[in-house]
């Protein structure tokens, strides 16, 4: 009986389905395997590889797509960045061109304070259209999460813990906060904490 050897050690009579294993990777020898073992056909084969080759070819074009995709999606967020910065900028620049054109007028200060009053306005209700709203200050109780304290100021007049001096506005876009409001808050020492 002519007998055949895979390239797994195993053994197989040429006339026949029954197999043997002569040893193992690891040397061990292992007996007859009596029963049958169906070995797939060349065509079964060839269509398993063709198969396979086909699910690669898919993996590699669906692993295409999806860098394609994500490379859209950052450009694509990038330009509306970019949308939206040339937006706000565009609402700036008629403030940018008053600005300039007090620099180079030849006026009494007193006329200079009240054209950069009016740049301020402006640009207020640029900042107003943006809805971009200043953080209440004065008066007002303080409150860590909108106003960073930068000091206290003795004063019995107001209430303990509100806030008596804006060194610096805030800032929120809706609910947002952008920037908290620089203050001094009171201390007032008439005051006893209930």
Known sequence: MAQQENEYGVTQAA???VLTVEETQSGQKIGLVEEPVELPSVEAFADLK???DNLLDRLARLQAEFDNARKRQER???EFRDYATGSVVEQFLPVIANFALALG???S???LRTGVELIVKQMDETLRTLNVQAVPTIGQQFDPRVH???GTVERDDLPDHSVAEEIRKGYRIRERLLRPALVRIVSNPKQTEA
């Open 148 to 150: 960073e304290a930068l």
């Open 15 to 17: 006339d026949s389905d």
């Open 109 to 111: 200060a007193e006329q």
């Open 105 to 107: 007028a030849n006026a």
């Open 76 to 78: 694509e967020k990038q």
């Open 50 to 52: 063709a198969e396979r």
